[in-house]
């Protein structure tokens, strides 16, 4: 047997497990080790090592700045073995006021705006942490969290920091794992100290109780928040929801009437330059018809004015027609997925969140204490030590000068641990004078009263909690106001609904659409002649003409049964091919479209499949908002939805492939929202060729050739829907079809 550490070894395995198990190696790491916050610090590990880092390279708020290089390169090479690119775009967030609404890093030189511009390269920016950042790093000396050993074995780094400044909720986090994502947005830290120290003083308070404290999600870069507060509720309730978020914005009013409306803080992660990039092109497409300019006049804030058309719009209809179209209002996600204080992903509500934090603020607690009092111990053993030499200090001074193993002798006349000994060879002569020994007394009745009260704080898990709570008082107060403090994001009521037709908005103009026989759709300025010039792409040619207006909307019916509902000022305009229809609604390569035509309210329509079965729908029922459309007719494997033809007359006329033509009364056919229909006829071979609606009085029409003919007399081809139906009369197309 060859050994498996040598060339040429070759051990079997099946793909699927293999694969199985390195993708699920995969997904834990990224879940574990790079997606997710830590609910105790709220932090990444990108994030915690980047705050380690510069807490070892002694960054802090009163210290000078370092180069960012400097910093990343520390990182890179003791604690993260990643692109350096990632490690700098990390800090920089941690930097930015406008991503971070309490950043844990200051920097010195261009970090970036809220336009999108990036920030300069590391070699020319500087950074320090702040006070929030130091807060996170309390006691991280003093034996307050475990450390393991870091990716090369050559140094340590702590699993989780202390975390005294409530990071996670203050702070929020964003990530993307494998099979699970996280989000939470920022909220006010004082708020989020005020509902903590509600908990510890009331255990079973609710969601309601806490959110009394802290209302919702506080950006930094302000907005308005006009979520529903049930839906806030059960958002936090359950850890998962969303809030809408909109700019803040106010009517100026100018001379003769005139006025502008002036949007000052725009929504969380809105790029500034891209969303006048947004506005601008739904203008030059006039699809926002009640604005007439925007201005962008922000310097060291946000300033966006908006002109209306005309004096006469109303601010509040044209604000809605913007919240509708743009990003200046967007909806903030709420999924609370961490990783637990046992390293367990999963999706926690506002008072588990809280109570993790206080739980782990408990451990630090006591874990601080009791690192404490073993210095203290340690501390008032040499005390004692120097305190009994004290009194015969000459004697000391003797062995020490003469004797070959004074430690022992030290320890075995005056009753010496062997760390008082030491610590009395250790001492300086300085030492010896009567002050001295005053100070020592001193010391050790302080060393003394502390070590009574830390063996009360940990005897008493009570005491420990009224400790936090007024570290969070303190908290509250030192972060909780002031220019960094201070609510940001306004809460309004979720506003009332202004009801506006769109299609007041779109200019009103003449247009044809044309869908070619491969699926290519397009739109062309004014009515065309049906036999107008057009030019396709290479082997295709015209399937469908339809003329209409910008503001009609187009129903469009496919084989498999569903209906999609197209905005005709939505569609691509020009001479070009356009763009394929597929685009346009959800259909697969085995679609192909039945049907297009200008959707009309109260209208009725026959949709049916090829093998002749199918009902009469409304056209309210073939109305679909969203792209996937909405399925009308349920089709049985192997059959297509063939017809989609407007309700006309009060017989229909269906032949089949196999040339039999019925004629049945149009009340025989049930008029239903959804369904696979009934049969309209049968066929032993084959399926439905065609189907005609018309007036019985009036005859049946069908085109021969470029004449057309009626027949009156239909009574050897009246009968019962389903019924077989005989061969046409003489003189019918042999294409089989009404034409």
């Not at 380690?52 to 210290?63: E, F, G, I, K, V």
């Not at 949007?263 to 330059?273: C, D, L, Y």
């Not at 004290?390 to 005056?414: Q, S, T």
């Not at 019925?662 to 229909?677: D, H, N, Y």
Request: proline share 5%; glycine share 8%; hydrophobic share 40%.
């Amino acid at each position: 047997m060859m050994p498996d550490d040598q060339p040429g070894h070759i051990e079997e395995q099946r793909l699927a497990d293999a694969l199985s198990e390195r993708y699920l190696a995969y997904a834990m790491s990224t879940i574990m080790s790079r997606s997710l916050p830590d609910v105790r610090d709220g932090l990444k590990p990108v994030h915690r090592r980047l705050v380690y880092a510069m807490h070892q390279l002694r960054l802090d708020p009163a210290s000078g700045f370092k180069k960012c290089a400097r910093i990343v390169g520390d990182v890179m090479g003791k604690f993260h073995p990643h692109g350096d690119a990632s490690i700098y775009d990390a800090m920089v967030r941690m930097a930015q006021e406008f991503a971070a609404r309490f950043p844990l890093v200051e920097g010195q030189g261009n970090f970036g705006n809220i336009d999108g511009d990036n920030a300069a390269a590391m070699r020319y920016t500087e950074a320090r942490l702040t006070e929030i950042a130091q807060a996170m790093l309390e006691g991280i000396d003093q034996d307050a969290v475990d450390f393991r050993p870091t990716y090369d074995g050559e140094e340590h780094e702590p699993l989780v920091l202390p975390g005294a400044f409530p990071n996670l909720l203050a702070n929020g986090a964003a990530g993307i794992a494998v099979g699970m994502a996280t989000s939470i947005p920022p909220h006010n830290a004082g708020e989020v100290c005020a509902a903590a120290i509600h908990l510890l003083a009331h255990p079973d308070a609710g969601t309601e109780a806490l959110l009394a404290h802290m209302p919702g999600p506080d950006f930094p870069t302000g907005g308005t928040l006009v979520e529903d507060k049930s839906a806030i509720l059960q958002a936090y309730e359950t850890g998962r929801g969303g809030f809408r978020l909109r700019a803040k914005w106010e009517i100026e009013r100018g001379r003769l009437g005139s006025w502008v409306i002036v949007v000052t803080e725009i929504p969380f992660q809105v790029q500034k330059s891209r969303l006048i990039e947004q506005i601008a092109q739904l203008l030059e497409e006039k699809k926002l018809p009640l604005l007439g300019d925007i201005r962008d006049e922000s310097a060291e804030t946000v300033r966006l004015v908006f002109e209306p058309k005309a004096r006469g719009v109303e601010p509040d209809v044209l604000m809605a027609t913007l919240f509708r179209a743009t990003q200046l209002e967007t909806r903030f996600p709420l999924n609370m997925n961490v990783l637990t204080a046992d390293r367990t992903p999963m999706v926690l509500g506002l008072k588990q969140v809280l109570r993790q934090w206080l739980d782990h603020r408990e451990v630090v607690l006591r874990r601080r204490s009791e690192h404490r009092l073993a210095a203290i111990d340690r501390r008032i053993e040499i005390l004692d030590g120097f305190l009994a030499v004290y009194l015969n200090i000459d004697e000391v001074i003797r062995i020490i000068r003469n004797e070959d193993e004074p430690k022992v002798v030290l320890m075995k006349n005056f009753e010496l641990s062997e760390l008082q000994a030491e610590a009395v060879l250790n001492m300086r002569l300085r030492s010896l004078r009567r002050l001295e020994e005053i100070e020592i007394r001193k010391e050790h009745k302080l060393l003394s009263g502390e070590r009574k009260n830390l063996h009360a704080l940990l005897a008493d898990i009570g005491k420990r909690w009224q400790r936090i709570s007024a570290e969070l008082a303190t908290m509250r107060t030192t972060f909780g106001g002031g220019l960094l403090g201070t609510r940001r994001t306004r809460l309004a009521e979720a506003p009332t609904e202004v009801a506006i037709a769109t299609e007041a908005f779109v200019e009103r103009e003449p247009i044809t659409v044309i869908l070619s026989d491969k699926g290519w759709i397009r739109a062309m300025k004014g009515h065309l002649a049906p036999d107008a010039d057009l030019k396709f792409k290479d082997g295709d040619k015209l399937r469908l003409m339809v003329t209409c207006e910008t503001t009609d909307r187009l129903c469009l019916f496919a084989t498999n049964g569903r209906a999609y509902t197209l905005k005709a000022d939505e569609l691509p305009r020009g001479r070009g091919d356009g763009q394929p229809v597929r685009l346009l609604g959800e259909l697969t390569n085995e679609d192909d479209v039945t049907a297009l035509f200008i959707w009309r309210e109260a209208s009725r329509y026959l949709v049916a499949t090829n093998s002749g079965r199918g009902f009469i729908a409304k056209a309210e029922d073939l109305q679909a908002e969203k792209r996937t459309g909405k399925q009308v007719l349920n089709l049985k494997p192997g059959e297509e939805a063939s017809f989609c033809i407007a309700v006309a007359g009060d017989h229909i006329a269906t032949i089949g492939d196999n040339k039999k033509l019925l004629v049945f009364s149009l009340a025989q056919i049930p008029e239903m929202t959804r369904g696979a229909g009934v049969i309209l006829q049968k066929f032993k071979d084959g399926g439905m060729r065609d189907a005609k609606m018309f007036v019985i009085a009036d005859g049946l029409t069908w085109r021969l050739g470029e004449k057309t003919r009626t027949e009156t007399d239909l009574r050897p081809w009246l009968g019962e829907r389903a019924g077989a139906g005989r061969l046409p009369p003489n003189g019918f197309p042999k294409s089989g079809k009404f034409g």
